[in-house]
T-cell receptor
Framework: NAGVMQNPRHLVRRRGQEARLRCSPMKGHSHVYWYRQLPEEGLKFMVYLQKENIIDESGMPKERFSAEFPKEGPSILRIQQVVRGDSAAYFC????????????FGSGTRLTVV | DQQVKQNSPSLSVQEGRISILNCDYTNSMFDYFLWYKKYPAEGPTFLISISSIKDKNEDGRFTVFLNKSAKHLSLHIVPSQPGDSAVYFCAASPSQKAAGNKLTFGGGTRVLVKP
Protein backbone atom coordinates (compact mmCIF):
# COMPACT_ATOMS: atom_id res chain seq x y z
CA ASN A 1 0.00 0.00 0.00
CA ALA A 2 1.99 2.92 -1.33
CA GLY A 3 1.97 6.17 0.59
CA VAL A 4 1.28 9.61 -0.83
CA MET A 5 3.36 9.94 -3.99
CA GLN A 6 4.65 13.28 -5.16
CA ASN A 7 6.61 14.00 -8.28
CA PRO A 8 8.92 15.33 -9.27
CA ARG A 9 11.02 15.37 -6.08
CA HIS A 10 13.03 18.29 -7.39
CA LEU A 11 11.99 20.83 -10.00
CA VAL A 12 14.05 23.69 -11.37
CA ARG A 13 12.33 26.40 -13.37
CA ARG A 14 13.48 29.71 -14.81
CA ARG A 15 11.57 32.83 -13.91
CA GLY A 16 8.44 33.12 -16.04
CA GLN A 17 8.07 29.40 -16.71
CA GLU A 18 5.28 27.17 -15.45
CA ALA A 19 5.65 24.59 -12.69
CA ARG A 20 3.40 21.55 -12.39
CA LEU A 21 3.52 19.51 -9.21
CA ARG A 22 1.73 16.18 -9.02
CA CYS A 23 0.32 14.29 -6.07
CA SER A 24 -1.22 10.82 -6.00
CA PRO A 25 -3.06 10.23 -2.70
CA MET A 26 -2.98 7.01 -0.74
CA LYS A 27 -5.32 4.31 -1.99
CA GLY A 28 -8.80 4.93 -0.65
CA HIS A 29 -8.11 8.57 0.25
CA SER A 30 -10.35 11.03 -1.50
CA HIS A 31 -9.15 14.25 0.17
CA VAL A 32 -5.99 16.06 -0.84
CA TYR A 33 -4.26 19.01 0.78
CA TRP A 34 -1.36 21.14 -0.41
CA TYR A 35 1.03 22.92 1.94
CA ARG A 36 4.04 25.09 1.22
CA GLN A 37 7.16 25.38 3.35
CA LEU A 38 9.34 28.39 2.73
CA PRO A 39 12.98 28.19 3.89
CA GLU A 40 13.31 28.17 7.70
CA GLU A 41 9.54 28.40 8.17
CA GLY A 42 6.68 26.07 9.08
CA LEU A 43 4.19 24.60 6.67
CA LYS A 44 1.46 26.91 5.41
CA PHE A 45 -1.88 25.59 4.18
CA MET A 46 -2.66 26.34 0.56
CA VAL A 47 -5.67 24.36 -0.65
CA TYR A 48 -7.94 21.43 0.21
CA LEU A 49 -9.58 19.42 -2.57
CA GLN A 50 -11.86 16.47 -2.99
CA LYS A 51 -12.38 14.73 -6.32
CA GLU A 52 -13.43 17.39 -8.84
CA ASN A 53 -14.03 19.94 -6.07
CA ILE A 54 -12.03 22.69 -4.41
CA ILE A 55 -13.25 22.76 -0.81
CA ASP A 56 -11.00 25.45 0.72
CA GLU A 57 -8.48 27.55 -1.20
CA SER A 58 -8.05 30.24 1.44
CA GLY A 59 -4.28 29.77 1.50
CA MET A 60 -3.71 30.04 -2.24
CA PRO A 61 -2.12 33.21 -3.62
CA LYS A 62 -4.71 35.08 -5.65
CA GLU A 63 -2.74 35.00 -8.89
CA ARG A 64 -0.67 32.45 -10.80
CA PHE A 65 -1.55 29.50 -8.54
CA SER A 66 -4.22 26.91 -9.27
CA ALA A 67 -5.01 23.38 -8.13
CA GLU A 68 -7.17 20.56 -9.36
CA PHE A 69 -8.03 17.00 -8.36
CA PRO A 70 -9.71 15.36 -11.34
CA LYS A 71 -11.93 12.32 -11.25
CA GLU A 72 -9.08 10.27 -12.68
CA GLY A 73 -5.40 10.88 -12.07
CA PRO A 74 -3.33 12.80 -9.60
CA SER A 75 -3.93 16.17 -8.04
CA ILE A 76 -2.00 18.95 -9.78
CA LEU A 77 -0.69 22.18 -8.27
CA ARG A 78 0.11 24.59 -11.07
CA ILE A 79 2.18 27.73 -10.73
CA GLN A 80 2.27 29.99 -13.76
CA GLN A 81 5.02 32.53 -14.47
CA VAL A 82 7.10 31.46 -11.50
CA VAL A 83 9.14 34.01 -9.55
CA ARG A 84 12.07 33.51 -7.17
CA GLY A 85 9.75 33.84 -4.17
CA ASP A 86 7.94 30.66 -5.26
CA SER A 87 11.04 28.63 -4.38
CA ALA A 88 9.92 26.35 -1.57
CA ALA A 89 9.07 22.78 -0.63
CA TYR A 90 5.52 21.88 -1.59
CA PHE A 91 3.93 19.06 0.38
CA CYS A 92 0.81 17.15 -0.47
CA UNK A 93 -1.18 15.19 2.11
CA UNK A 94 -4.19 12.91 1.82
CA UNK A 95 -6.81 11.57 4.19
CA UNK A 96 -9.92 9.42 4.15
CA UNK A 97 -13.08 11.25 5.09
CA UNK A 98 -13.37 9.98 8.62
CA UNK A 99 -9.77 10.41 9.69
CA UNK A 100 -9.87 12.98 12.44
CA UNK A 101 -6.35 12.89 13.74
CA UNK A 102 -4.24 14.23 10.96
CA UNK A 103 -3.25 13.02 7.60
CA UNK A 104 -0.40 11.42 5.65
CA PHE A 105 2.12 13.63 3.91
CA GLY A 106 4.12 12.91 0.80
CA SER A 107 7.86 13.53 0.60
CA GLY A 108 7.38 16.86 -1.11
CA THR A 109 8.51 18.61 -4.27
CA ARG A 110 11.33 21.08 -3.87
CA LEU A 111 10.87 23.88 -6.39
CA THR A 112 13.82 26.10 -7.22
CA VAL A 113 13.30 29.13 -9.41
CA VAL A 114 16.46 30.44 -11.04
CA ASP B 1 -0.01 36.88 12.36
CA GLN B 2 1.44 33.65 13.75
CA GLN B 3 -1.33 31.77 15.49
CA VAL B 4 0.92 28.86 16.47
CA LYS B 5 4.42 29.60 17.74
CA GLN B 6 7.37 27.46 18.61
CA ASN B 7 9.74 29.91 20.24
CA SER B 8 12.76 27.60 20.40
CA PRO B 9 14.16 27.07 16.92
CA SER B 10 16.57 24.42 18.14
CA LEU B 11 17.24 22.09 21.05
CA SER B 12 20.26 19.95 21.86
CA VAL B 13 19.98 17.09 24.35
CA GLN B 14 22.09 14.18 25.49
CA GLU B 15 20.98 10.66 24.59
CA GLY B 16 18.87 9.17 27.39
CA ARG B 17 17.76 12.53 28.77
CA ILE B 18 14.40 14.23 28.35
CA SER B 19 13.59 16.50 25.40
CA ILE B 20 10.92 19.12 26.06
CA LEU B 21 9.47 21.00 23.11
CA ASN B 22 7.09 23.91 23.64
CA CYS B 23 4.30 25.40 21.57
CA ASP B 24 2.01 28.37 22.18
CA TYR B 25 -1.15 29.33 20.34
CA THR B 26 -3.33 32.40 20.24
CA ASN B 27 -6.55 31.27 18.57
CA SER B 28 -9.03 30.15 21.24
CA MET B 29 -10.99 28.28 18.56
CA PHE B 30 -8.21 25.71 18.29
CA ASP B 31 -9.43 22.53 19.89
CA TYR B 32 -7.17 19.78 18.62
CA PHE B 33 -3.40 19.70 18.54
CA LEU B 34 -0.89 17.50 16.77
CA TRP B 35 2.86 17.00 16.69
CA TYR B 36 4.67 16.03 13.53
CA LYS B 37 8.26 14.92 13.09
CA LYS B 38 10.18 15.71 9.93
CA TYR B 39 13.47 14.35 8.65
CA PRO B 40 15.39 16.20 5.90
CA ALA B 41 14.04 15.58 2.39
CA GLU B 42 10.98 13.77 3.76
CA GLY B 43 7.41 14.79 4.50
CA PRO B 44 6.18 15.36 8.06
CA THR B 45 5.12 12.22 9.93
CA PHE B 46 2.30 12.25 12.47
CA LEU B 47 3.59 11.62 15.99
CA ILE B 48 0.93 12.23 18.61
CA SER B 49 -2.17 14.36 19.15
CA ILE B 50 -4.35 15.69 21.92
CA SER B 51 -7.88 16.97 22.16
CA SER B 52 -8.78 19.92 24.38
CA ILE B 53 -10.90 17.66 26.61
CA LYS B 54 -7.66 16.09 27.83
CA ASP B 55 -4.60 17.59 29.45
CA LYS B 56 -2.24 14.71 28.73
CA ASN B 57 -1.77 12.02 26.11
CA GLU B 58 0.95 9.42 26.16
CA ASP B 59 2.29 7.08 23.49
CA GLY B 60 5.42 5.17 24.39
CA ARG B 61 8.30 7.59 24.85
CA PHE B 62 6.17 10.55 23.72
CA THR B 63 3.83 12.53 25.96
CA VAL B 64 1.94 15.67 25.03
CA PHE B 65 0.66 18.03 27.71
CA LEU B 66 -1.98 20.68 27.10
CA ASN B 67 -2.62 23.72 29.28
CA LYS B 68 -5.68 25.22 27.67
CA SER B 69 -5.93 28.24 29.98
CA ALA B 70 -2.36 29.20 29.10
CA LYS B 71 -2.82 28.23 25.44
CA HIS B 72 0.33 26.17 25.73
CA LEU B 73 1.30 22.63 24.90
CA SER B 74 4.49 20.68 25.20
CA LEU B 75 5.94 17.46 23.88
CA HIS B 76 8.15 15.34 26.12
CA ILE B 77 10.41 12.67 24.70
CA VAL B 78 11.82 10.30 27.30
CA PRO B 79 14.38 8.88 26.91
CA SER B 80 15.72 10.75 23.89
CA GLN B 81 17.45 8.65 21.24
CA PRO B 82 19.76 9.68 18.37
CA GLY B 83 17.03 8.66 15.89
CA ASP B 84 14.82 11.36 17.40
CA SER B 85 17.03 14.02 15.82
CA ALA B 86 14.65 15.81 13.47
CA VAL B 87 12.49 18.92 13.17
CA TYR B 88 9.30 18.81 15.23
CA PHE B 89 6.24 20.79 14.24
CA CYS B 90 3.30 21.64 16.43
CA ALA B 91 -0.02 22.01 14.57
CA ALA B 92 -3.53 23.07 15.57
CA SER B 93 -7.05 22.70 14.26
CA PRO B 94 -10.49 23.88 15.39
CA SER B 95 -11.77 20.34 16.09
CA GLN B 96 -10.81 16.70 15.80
CA LYS B 97 -12.90 16.26 12.70
CA ALA B 98 -11.58 19.47 11.23
CA ALA B 99 -8.05 18.16 11.78
CA GLY B 100 -8.80 16.24 8.61
CA ASN B 101 -8.99 19.65 7.05
CA LYS B 102 -6.77 22.67 7.51
CA LEU B 103 -3.93 22.64 10.02
CA THR B 104 -2.03 25.68 11.27
CA PHE B 105 1.63 24.87 11.89
CA GLY B 106 4.27 26.38 14.10
CA GLY B 107 7.71 27.20 12.73
CA GLY B 108 9.31 24.02 14.02
CA THR B 109 12.01 23.09 16.55
CA ARG B 110 15.14 21.31 15.38
CA VAL B 111 16.15 18.65 17.90
CA LEU B 112 19.64 17.19 18.02
CA VAL B 113 20.18 14.20 20.28
CA LYS B 114 23.86 13.66 21.00
CA PRO B 115 25.10 10.12 21.58
Amino acid sequence: NAGVMQNPRHLVRRRGQEARLRCSPMKGHSHVYWYRQLPEEGLKFMVYLQKENIIDESGMPKERFSAEFPKEGPSILRIQQVVRGDSAAYFCASSPWDRGYGYTFGSGTRLTVV
Amino acid sequence: DQQVKQNSPSLSVQEGRISILNCDYTNSMFDYFLWYKKYPAEGPTFLISISSIKDKNEDGRFTVFLNKSAKHLSLHIVPSQPGDSAVYFCAASPSQKAAGNKLTFGGGTRVLVKP
